[in-house]
């Protein structure tokens, strides 16, 4: 069954460390994965994705996230956390279904808190 | 910069009453979603849409849940009769998708939180 893990409910970092959120996926085929972030109120961000090719990608406002095959996992890393990254993480699998469309299953979301 | 807007922000309803939730995808997107997200859980997948036609669409998505394209910028997802279990934040979704490529990123809306009572 296709279906994506986020071990940690919540995290709390100090601004200016370093940061790692864990996702663990299962899916069947050649998985598309992202993270996107979501501040309180607003809409779902995209801060990175994975299709294929170099498995260290790159995102926005810093962030980065390594796919690992072996380990079906993507955790998302940022070297030095800033107090506006307090949101909510969340780790996505997705694929082309049998139909051609595209359906996108989430993580419960790891809550970031960032202390000063 | 272009985004995706969604009415109303919030929006009240009885429980059995019939509601309809706007979006509007970004102007050159040829790709629509839909997507709930129940209040503390995660977020779920209800349906895609491409060409003025469902693509692709979840469980949830049963036949209490329509959704229409019925001008050019118009999504519009529509529950027939609505329960307690819909009270949710409803969140549109939209990509280029030309050529029908689904794997185009998806730009979210900011929601809409329905409350059901």
């Known amino acids: 069954a296709q279906s994506v893990t986020q071990p940690d409910i919540h995290i709390t970092v100090s601004e200016g460390a370093s940061l790692e959120l864990r996702c663990n996926y299962s899916?069947?085929?050649?998985?598309?994965l992202f993270w996107y972030v979501q501040s309180p109120g607003q809409g779902l961000q995209l801060l990175l994705k994975?299709?294929?090719?170099?498995?260290l990608v790159q995102g926005i406002k810093g962030f980065e996230a390594e796919f690992k095959r072996s380990q079906s996992s993507f955790n998302l890393r940022k070297p030095s956390v800033h107090w506006s990254d307090a949101a909510e993480y969340f780790c996505?699998?997705?694929?082309?279904?049998?139909?051609?469309?595209?359906?996108?299953?989430f993580g419960a979301g790891t809550r970031l808190f960032v202390k000063a | 910069e272009p985004e995706v807007t969604q009415t109303p922000s919030h929006q009240v309803t009885q429980m059995g009453q019939e509601v309809i939730l706007r979006c509007v995808p970004i102007?050159?997107?040829?790709?629509f979603y839909w997507y709930r997200q129940i209040l503390g859980q995660k977020v779920e997948f209800l349906v895609s849409?491409?060409?003025?036609?469902?693509?692709?669409k979840s469980e949830i998505f049963d036949d209490q849940f329509s959704v229409e394209r019925p001008d050019g910028s118009n999504f519009t997802l529509k529950i027939r009769s609505t329960k307690l279990e819909d009270s949710a934040m409803y969140f549109c979704?939209?990509?280029?998708?030309?050529?029908?490529?689904?794997?185009?990123?998806?730009?979210f809306g900011p929601g809409t939180r329905l409350t059901v009572l």
């Open positions: 979704a939209s990509s280029v998708g030309t050529s029908g490529r689904t794997t185009d990123t998806q730009y």
């Open positions: 849409f491409y060409n003025n036609e469902i693509s692709e």
């Open positions: 994975y299709f294929s090719g170099d498995t």
């Open positions: 102007s050159n997107h040829l790709y």
């Open positions: 899916y069947g085929a050649t998985p598309y």
């Open positions: 996505a699998v997705g694929g082309i279904e049998n139909t051609g469309g595209f359906k996108t299953i």
